[in-house]
């Protein structure tokens, strides 16, 4: 019995620097080695809805992919971005992406980039996807395409015009469009696409967004208006698991998993080892306050 109080004890007393070194060290090994941690994630309810959602789209269908954050939250939504983007070019939908935040530009180039560039996914600008440019002005921007696109959008990021784009053909207004998907870290965000765009014209929605807003989008989930949603970094993690599994089981896509979910992974085991060692410090300062 002595032998283990003296255990605590010493485990309570470890040197700070150790500490520090084990904290780094879980969280730098999942980050730099993804392979090599494989925490089970839990799917929830929300993700699996979004999942459905998206994976009875059928080959053709277009998709609406709003991106309203920037590089403060790129951590959390970005991961969404990509595995989104994965599995509807997987399933070969058509993608149309709408910055309504500046950077949400360079968030949408950056995410397609990095599916195009696995070169695991046969998709051609114009063909499969189009990207049209940031225009100011917010939820004005979402009742203009609600009601006439072409009033607003006359070109695409590269200064093509539209009417010389295939996939524009017949796409003037929200009604046109089979789903939107919306990423946001405020506003405009899912709630505005609600209010001015896909409740009133009976369009689907799904969202991924900050955990911080998932509260306030909750309302909205549970009354139907958007199907399901993808709660901040476990959120996107447990979306990465689904699409990761899909494509890599049924369509035979050899997809890595994303970085959300090595992320989580990283989150779980430094604040496992906090805990502990939270656990042992209280333990030997016990012990040592009853020895005296």
């Known amino acids: 019995m002595d032998l283990i109080k003296n255990i605590l004890i010493k485990l309570g007393q470890i040197d700070r620097r150790f500490i520090f070194l084990l904290i780094g060290l879980s969280v730098l090994v999942p980050l730099l080695k993804p392979g090599w941690v ?26 609406l992919v709003s991106f ?4 403060s939250t790129k951590p959390e939504i970005h991961p969404m971005s990509v595995a989104v983007l994965q599995h509807l070019f997987a399933n070969e939908v058509k993608v149309y992406t709408v910055p309504l935040w500046p950077e949400g530009l360079m968030m949408a180039k950056f995410a397609l980039e990095e599916v195009l560039s696995s070169n695991l996914f046969q998709v051609e600008e114009h063909i499969d996807y189009v990207s049209l440019p940031y225009k100011a002005g917010g939820e004005i921007i979402i009742r ?11 070109q695409d990021v590269n200064n093509i015009l539209l009417k010389d784009i295939p996939m524009m053909n017949n796409v003037n207004n929200i009604t046109d469009f089979d789903f939107v998907f919306d990423l946001s870290a405020g506003v405009p965000g899912n709630a505005e696409w609600v209010q001015f765009a896909c409740d009133e014209y009976n369009i689907p929605l799904s969202s991924g967004c900050t955990s911080i807003m998932v509260t306030d989008a909750i309302p909205y989930v549970e009354s139907g208006q958007i199907r399901g949603i993808l709660a901040g970094m476990p959120g996107a993690a447990e979306y990465e698991q689904m699409v990761f599994k899909y494509l890599n089981e049924s369509k035979n896509i050899p997809v890595n998993p994303g970085k959300a979910t090595s992320r989580m992974s990283a989150q779980s ?5 906090m805990v502990i060692f939270i656990l042992f410090g209280n333990i030997s300062y016990y012990l040592i306050r009853r020895k005296k």
Not at 68 to 71: K, L, N, Q, R, V
Not at 144 to 154: K, P
């Open 38 to 63: 494989n925490i089970p994630i839990k799917i929830t309810s929300n993700s699996k809805i979004v999942f459905d959602e998206l994976n009875n789209l059928k080959a053709g269908d277009k998709v």
């Open 68 to 71: 309203e954050y920037g590089a």
């Open 144 to 154: 203009g395409i609600a009601t006439d696109m072409r009033s607003i959008f006359t």
């Open 269 to 273: 085991i430094a604040h496992l080892l």
